[in-house]
């Protein structure tokens, strides 16, 4: 067609000052790869002359479609013991014909958001989940098919610094035949028992001072069992116990006796 005017199936032009006639052919980008002709005809003495060329449609989109940022992108975890969750990096895509469909190759491993990717330039966000992975990557296709044929990868890798120290929990178990607010026993050679299980060293302090324990001031191994005894009679005594963490958990019991 003439530059600026709509295409047409045949033109007639004027050759120049040297015989040359020059047109210009438009191919659509959803064309097939075939082998394609032109025909040429002198329309003065009716003689032609037949050209082919070939029409290639690439649908790998390695020349076409581009993703930025390209190469590995890695995720790092908190901790030796734990990979990364809810952190999240964007890829952006060019080229081609959007809309762009993308799949990851472990898709329980990572959150896809704003895909399908609806113009050039746009971008998909990945978020992994905590899961560790190597090597992911993604398949990301164009309107017409075309195939980006080095996708960007993804990792998700435990970090480098030490894992937090687990917490154990920290529990005070009565001894059930030993007396409590609601069951006043006698105080004559009354002791009261607890085992104390979680994080060792474990303390207790007494509200009344004359309450002594064996075995007394910290103990250094879980579970430990406690014995309260010299108790003022008619007197609630309130039993704060704490456990080695930090911040150190608590737990409070009651004890009565009666003369």
């Given at each position: 067609?003439?530059?600026?005017?709509?295409s047409?199936?045949?033109?007639?032009?004027?050759?120049?000052?040297?015989?040359?006639?020059?047109?210009?052919?438009?191919?659509?980008?959803?064309?097939?790869?075939?082998?394609?002709?032109?025909?040429?005809?002198?329309?003065?003495?009716?003689?032609?002359?037949?050209?082919?060329?070939?029409?290639?449609?690439?649908?790998?989109?390695?020349?076409?479609?581009?993703?930025?940022?390209?190469?590995?992108?890695?995720?790092?975890?908190?901790?030796?013991?734990?990979?990364?969750?809810?952190?999240?990096?964007?890829?952006?895509?060019?080229?081609?014909?959007?809309?762009?469909?993308?799949?990851?190759?472990?898709?329980?491993?990572?959150?896809?958001?704003?895909?399908?990717?609806?113009?050039?330039?746009?971008?998909?966000?990945?978020?992994?989940?905590?899961?560790?992975?190597?090597?992911?990557?993604?398949?990301?296709?164009?309107?017409?098919?075309?195939?980006?044929?080095?996708?960007?990868?993804?990792?998700?890798?435990?970090?480098?610094?030490?894992?937090?120290?687990?917490?154990v929990?920290f529990?005070?178990?009565?001894?059930q035949?030993?007396?409590?607010?609601?069951?006043?026993?006698?105080?004559?050679g009354?002791?009261?028992r607890?085992?104390?299980?979680?994080?060792?060293?474990?303390?207790?302090?007494?509200?009344?001072?004359?309450?002594?324990?064996?075995?007394?001031?910290?103990?250094?191994?879980?579970?430990?069992?406690?014995?309260?005894?010299?108790?003022?009679?008619?007197?609630?005594?309130?039993?704060?116990?704490?456990?080695?963490?930090?911040?150190?958990?608590?737990?409070?019991?009651?004890?009565?006796?009666?003369p």
């Amino acid at each position: 067609s003439p530059p600026g005017q709509a295409s047409v199936q045949t033109l007639t032009v004027t050759s120049d000052q040297n015989g040359n006639a020059t047109v210009r052919l438009l191919v659509p980008t959803t064309a097939a790869t075939q082998i394609a002709s032109i025909r040429a005809t002198d329309v003065t003495s009716g003689s032609n002359v037949v050209g082919q060329f070939t029409i290639a449609q690439y649908i790998n989109g390695s020349a076409v479609l581009s993703v930025i940022p390209t190469g590995t992108t890695t995720f790092n975890g908190p901790d030796t013991a734990t990979c990364n969750a809810g952190s999240h990096a964007t890829f952006y895509i060019f080229g081609g014909t959007p809309p762009y469909t993308v799949a990851a190759t472990f898709p329980n491993d990572v959150a896809l958001a704003g895909v399908p990717v609806q113009r050039s330039g746009a971008g998909f966000t990945v978020t992994p989940n905590g899961t560790c992975f190597t090597g992911m990557t993604f398949a990301i296709t164009d309107a017409t098919g075309r195939t980006l044929l080095s996708p960007p990868t993804v990792s998700n890798v435990p970090g480098t610094a030490a894992p937090p120290p687990t917490t154990v929990p920290f529990r005070v178990i009565p001894n059930q035949s030993d007396g409590s607010t609601s069951v006043k026993v006698n105080c004559t050679g009354t002791t009261f028992r607890f085992t104390l299980t979680g994080t060792t060293p474990f303390s207790v302090v007494a509200s009344d001072p004359n309450v002594t324990f064996v075995p007394s001031g910290s103990m250094t191994t879980a579970p430990a069992i406690l014995a309260a005894s010299n108790l003022t009679p008619n007197t609630t005594v309130t039993l704060t116990f704490g456990d080695g963490t930090t911040p150190q958990q608590l737990d409070i019991e009651n004890i009565y006796c009666a003369p």
